[in-house]
Each structure stands twice: as C-alpha cells, then as structure tokens.
C-alpha cells in the first residue's frame, strides 16, 4: 500500500501495493465522515494497542500484581504537572516500611539479615520478593549497620581518647632522663640566658614569642622551627613557661641543646611574683571546674554507654574529659599582660605547632589598636576546619548565650595569635574571661563544653584583628584530609586535635613536618627509643 499528500495538502490517496489505479481519495476539506477519517482511526487504534501491550507486559517493575490490565494502564496513563509524576517512583509501601524505627532488640541474634549489598542483591533475586518484603530485608540491613557503624566509630573515639589523654613512655622516659642529667651534670643547669642576654628579656627591639608546655619534646620542635627558619635568630626571644615538675627537664634540654644566637628563657609558674601571691582566679575556677565536670560527665564509660546521641556529642563530651582543659598550661595566655608587663607585644605559640617561615613580619601588621591577631575559622577549603563559627563552640540553646551573641559571627583561631600587650592592658579582657569561665561553672557547663577557645571568643570579642590564613594552618590533628604539599606551604601549620605528632596515633604522611626538626642521633633521643615513625 502507497500513502500519497498532495502539495497543497488537501488530498491524501491511498494506492494498492501492487501500483493499479487509485484505491481510495480523501478530500480533507469534507467535513463528512468520510475513509480519510476512518483511516485516521486505524491508525490511532493500532499505535494504542500497541502501547497497551508493552505497559501491561512490564507492569510486574512496580511490584504489585493486584491491578487489573486496565487499572495499571490507568496508573501509568494519569497526568503529569510539568513533566513530573503525581506519584513517586518509588511505591509507598517502601516508604511505609522504611519509616518504621526498628530497635536494636528486634535485631539481636538474627542471622537471616544480609551482612552485605552482595547477599542482600542475590536474596532478592532468588526469592523475588515483592515490594513489602524488599523494604523490610532493606531496612533490617541498613539498620543493622547503622548500629555497627555507629558502636565502631564510638570505640574509636574511645581509644583516640585513652592515647591522646596518657603520657607515652617515650616522652616520660626523656623528662626522666633529663631530670637525672641536671642533678648530675653541672652543664644541664646554666642559668638560662646568660647573665648578659638578660637585659633582651625586657627590651622591645626583640621579637618576643611566649610557649606554655609541660611537654620538653614539643617544646623542643617549636623552638628549633622557630629560629631555624628566622631571618634574623639573634633578635628572637623565646619565652618559656612550664610547671614546677617539669622544669628541671626544660632546662637541662635547653642548656645542653643551645639554639645560639637566640635567646632562650625558661620559667616555672612558681617563680612568678605575681602568679605566687595573692588569689589567681583561673586556679580556683580550674578546680571548680574540675569538680562540677566530674560530677556532669560521669567518666568516660557513662558517655561511651549512651545510646542516643550521635557519635561526634559523644566525641566531644570524651574530648572535654582530657587532662589538659583543665590544665592552667592551657589558660596561661590570659594572663600574658601582668606575666610580662614590660612588653608591648608578643606572639603566643602553642606546644603542637611547627614554624616554618621567619616571622618577624607579624610585628609589622597593624592591628588597628586591636588586642588579638588571628586566623578566623569560617571559611577555606577544608570544611571540617576552617567552617567554625560561634554557633560550632557556644551553645546557643541557652538564654545566656543567645541573648549577648550572634550564632554566625565568625570565630578565630588559638595557637599562634599577635597580643597587644599595650592594647590589651586598657580592656577588661581578662576581667571578662573569668566572669564567663565561672557562669559555666554555675550553669553546670551547659554554655560551652570543653577548652580555653569558647571564654576566649568571649573575651576577645571585638577585639580581633583578621591576619592572613597564610599564618596558621589548622587542623593537623583532627583529620588526614589536608595535603603534604598545602601543609608544607603554610607559615604555622598546628596540630590542633587528639592526634598530636609525637603520638602513635599522628597521621603518618603529615607527621614528617614535624619530626624534622628532632636529631634522632641525639643521645637522649636514642636512650628513650623515641623514632621517627
């Protein structure tokens, strides 16, 4: 059969096959019924019956085999809202199923449920399950899982808690060690510095640069980073405040380890007029707070055994149990005015960071009479760093919080931040610092969880002046996630997080950044077996 238009398109002909003469002649003006309608309605019937056929023959994807032929043509016919569905894909039995809670009871010494996608995909093919109990095999698995998931990363919390909080042995045997040498070795016990450099402690053509440890190791690295990579080391001071325990290990280390032509000064917080004498109200905060975090957190068993909070709630409420928040080497930077009240300026270093460029231009930037120079956290590349604001430290669930700050203001950085001793001198910083340190305490510590950051924000605040993210790298000892190559690029890069690099649990690719500046030749090295890796 020979289907012909004629150019005007108001004939359609019609021919046999086998070319005689003309079968069939329409005239599309006739508004009569007439064959070229009836040919037109085959047409259509035939295209319908066809499309029917091929919905029917695949109606079993949906998984529901109780409609009639013509009930699932109906489904599948219905209208459509801007190339959309009204109905899911997805049938609503699965939905149903899917939002049922399942607890862990229900799930306790079952062996029917999958262990992986693998058994779970060959279970569904043998059985072809209908969509009910597709769902049901589908949420017992994710479930169970889930429940796996959660235990596994709350046990590793765990043990990052247990070896982040002790001492390893390492580190005991090298304070041990150095403790021996400066009873033994007169040369483990020069006054530090020389009776000469003595005057430079004072003098404001110096860069002062302020560490509080009570680790000789770490405090090892950061000195020798810091004046390896000086441009001019003979105007670096280094003043270095330790406790009483630890030192006669600091000095022995620095005595026999000179970083000449820098100035080292080492001092116990005991040796301090000022901090010896009379009521120092961060020490009776610290054991307040001592007492009320024992009495609120119930030790780490009673927060690894709760089952409802999510594992990063129970991360930091096991992070708020360490040792060192609640040590005064963590609060010793708001005190820095009244310990050095001859300086104008200094650069506070944390224990865990490593310098890696001269930073001497930190004494040119104009802090525009601010008090604090530092890296603020709310943005970068690294989302899970540097996207801190006070809403990620403070809880703003509470009156007292919501009513004095605003939950996206952006937050800063501790670990390597410019005092204006001068500038800080005429606030009521510390003053502020205290107040809130002890409406925690009174508040069962509902405000803030953990650390010396969340009063600092406070008592910063408005105070801050921006430095370049150059300065301080962060997040070194939270996640591997950062590079070797950015990392080494930085100026400051901090190992801020349980995983500190003379731990056995530092990422191994970053922690090389930091053991290059220890001589693992050196005798006292050796004897404790501390390596590199």
Request: with cysteine; glycine share 4%.
């Amino acid at each position: 059969m020979q289907l012909q238009i004629s150019p005007s398109l108001r004939h359609v002909t019609v021919l046999p096959a086998k070319g005689l003469k003309e079968f069939i002649k329409v005239t599309v003006a006739s508004r009569k019924l007439s064959y070229r309608m009836l040919f037109y309605a085959l047409l259509f019937f035939t295209f319908l019956l066809r499309f029917v056929f091929v919905l029917t023959a695949v109606d079993s994807i949906d998984g529901e085999n109780k409609c009639s032929t013509i009930g699932c043509l109906g489904k599948k016919l219905r209208p459509k809202i801007l190339g959309r569905s009204l109905e899911p894909a997805v049938p609503e039995v699965i939905y149903g199923i899917l939002n049922q809670p399942l607890g862990k009871v229900e799930l306790e010494g079952r062996s029917d449920i999958p262990q992986t996608l693998e058994e779970f995909m060959a279970e569904m093919k043998e059985g072809r399950y209908d969509a009910e109990t597709f769902a049901i095999k589908l949420r017992e698995m994710v479930t169970l899982m889930e429940q796996r998931t959660r235990t596994a990363k709350i046990q590793e919390y765990l043990y990052r808690h247990v070896a982040s909080s002790s001492i390893p042995k390492q580190l005991h045997c090298l304070d041990l060690r150095l403790a021996n040498e400066h009873t033994n070795n007169a040369a483990a016990r020069l006054q530090l510095p020389s009776a000469e450099l003595v005057p430079a402690l004072v003098d404001n053509s110096y860069f002062h640069f302020v560490l509080a440890s009570d680790n000789v190791l770490a405090t090892s690295v950061v000195a020798t980073s810091l004046v390896r990579n000086s441009l001019r080391p003979q105007k670096v001071v280094l003043h270095i405040i330790t406790d009483r325990k630890t030192y006669y290990p600091m000095q022995a280390w620095f005595s026999l380890h000179p970083l000449s032509p820098a100035i080292i000064e080492i001092k116990a917080l005991h040796h301090f007029d000022w901090f010896t004498k009379g009521k120092v109200p961060v020490l009776e905060a610290m054991e307040k707070d001592q007492h009320v975090r024992s009495q609120f957190r119930g030790g780490s068993s009673a927060i690894v055994a709760n089952t409802t909070e999510k594992p990063h709630v129970i991360a930091a409420k096991l992070q708020a149990l360490s040792p060192k928040y609640n040590s005064v080497m963590n609060h010793i930077r708001i005190y820095l005015p009244e310990l050095f009240p001859s300086l104008n300026k200094v650069v506070f270093l944390d224990d865990d960071i490593v310098v890696q460029t001269d930073l001497s231009p930190l004494w040119d930037i104009d802090m525009n009479g601010n008090v604090n120079g530092a890296v603020e956290t709310c943005s970068g590349g690294d989302k899970f760093v540097m996207s801190k604001r006070l809403k990620s430290y403070l809880n703003f669930s509470h009156p007292l919080i919501s009513t004095n700050f605003d939950p996206n203001e952006c937050a800063w950085a501790y670990g390597m931040n410019i005092f204006d001793l001068a500038a800080w001198r005429k606030t009521n910083i510390s003053f502020t610092y205290h107040y809130w340190v002890e409406q925690n305490i009174k508040s069962d510590l509902s405000l803030w969880q953990l650390g010396t950051l969340p009063p600092g924000l406070i008592a910063f605040h408005g105070h801050v002046h921006t430095i370049d993210p150059f300065w301080h790298m962060l997040g070194l000892g939270y996640q591997e996630n950062t590079s070797f190559a950015d990392a080494e690029s930085a100026g400051v890069i901090h190992f801020n997080g349980r995983a500190k690099p003379w731990l056995d649990i530092a990422f191994p690719q970053l922690r090389p950044l930091w053991t290059k500046y220890i001589d693992f030749s050196d005798y006292f090295i050796k004897s404790c077996h501390i390596r590199a890796s």
